[in-house]
């Protein structure tokens, strides 16, 4: 017999939002991880609220929504909090009733401070990353390093003159004039945007087009890609190489052994090699001879593990991809680089939940109580 549909709306109902996700729903997976991993984080959460007052939206579902935002390459919070209206899967992840209201787009914003403040982004990535060694997931001696660029949340025609001279004009649009910039040779030493003062002009390669961008560093193990540190700087020639040795030593400060680390050939110079070397890191970085003699010599590239890291190190690349396309880190909707460094903190944690609920399966997390 044909269906017919009921205009009548039901006035009463139950819905059980567990049973409307699937058993191998690979979220499910991802949620008991977060979960687990921002229990730990809930002493600290007591630190960062005052004791009266009107309760705030819990910190929990602030970050497990900023997580969603970078799983389902959310474009915005506004659109978030919109789809937050009618999407159960996003109700079940938060562990929100249907009675309740979608929170105003406006509360990322006002409690973004209170995250810098307390360094809550990079502790969310830590704890993930406790948790993944705890499970085994997670080489203690092998690692990759890689660097790539992020576009500011600003435009070219904010990179103006230091001493404030004004730009040349091409039309009388006072809000959005066009402006020529042929001929003019502009760097960071005497330009600055005025939408981002952080951000620095650079370019990815020769011939490529110049961006106001910030740099992303990325210290990936080499058991199951996961990433083992992350951290967003300015720009500079040498931010990429700077950043190695301060990777490393945080990696010995968390107990790990750094034997070998793998790299491509902007991290072949000497002193950059010697940084390595003097922490008892073999260089495992690919050979630059183009035009030049490489750091890297016959010691290195002759040892049977020195091709498998060369190998394996492609996989960061895989990192940075599913980051920009994915979790929308192709661009920093954000100013600053502490804004910038807080938002890649969240999507690289979403990254490794990703991965450990791939590893794991629907195997549940152990939770202890004290």
């Known amino acids: 017999m044909r269906g017919r549909q009921d205009p009548q709306v039901t006035m009463l109902g139950f819905i059980d939002l567990e049973k ?61 909090c919109e789809q937050l209206e009618y999407n159960l899967l996003f109700r079940w992840f938060l562990d929100m009733s249907l009675l309740e209201s979608s929170f105003d787009p406006t509360v990322f914003t006002k409690n973004r401070q209170r995250l810098l403040k307390h360094r809550v982004g990079q502790a969310l990535f830590d704890e993930v990353v406790i948790e993944a060694d705890r499970r085994g997931l997670l080489s203690d001696e092998h690692f990759t390093v890689d660097g790539s660029l992020i576009e500011a949340a600003a435009s070219l025609k904010s990179f103006k003159p230091r001493n404030g001279d004004p730009p040349t004009t091409t039309d009388l649009d006072p809000g959005n004039p066009s402006v020529d910039f042929h001929g003019e040779k502009r760097s960071n030493a005497t330009h600055q945007s005025t939408t981002d003062g952080e951000a620095r002009l650079m370019r990815k390669g020769k011939g490529k087009e110049a961006k106001l961008v910030f740099l992303a560093n990325a210290l990936m193990e080499n058991r199951n890609g996961m990433l083992l540190d992350f951290q967003v700087t300015q720009a500079t020639g040498t931010a990429e190489r700077d950043a190695v040795p301060v990777l490393l030593d945080a990696a010995k400060e968390r107990g790990f052994h750094p034997r070998t680390l793998g790299g491509d050939k902007g991290y072949d110079t000497r002193d950059c090699v010697a940084s390595m070397r003097q922490r008892g890191v073999t260089p495992h970085v690919a050979q630059n001879t ?81």
Do not use: C
């Open 290 to 370: 183009k035009g030049r003699s490489s750091a890297i010599d016959g010691r290195t590239t002759r040892h049977p593990g020195y091709p498998i890291s060369q190998q394996i190190r492609k996989r960061v690349e895989e990192v940075f991809g599913w980051m920009k396309t994915v979790g929308g880190f192709r661009r920093t909707r954000y100013k600053g680089a502490d804004r910038t460094g807080l938002a890649g903190y969240l999507v690289a944690t979403a990254y490794n939940l990703v991965r450990m609920g791939k590893l794991v399966g629907g195997e549940a997390p152990t939770v202890t109580t004290a």
């Open 20 to 80: 409307r996700v699937p058993t191998g729903h690979p979220l499910r997976a991802i949620k008991a991880l977060a979960d687990q991993a921002l229990g730990a984080l809930s002493p600290e959460f007591d630190t960062m609220y005052a004791e009266i007052g009107r309760p705030s939206i819990p910190p929990e579902r602030l970050l497990k929504a900023s997580l969603l935002i970078a799983l389902y390459s959310v474009r915005s919070e506004r659109f978030f």
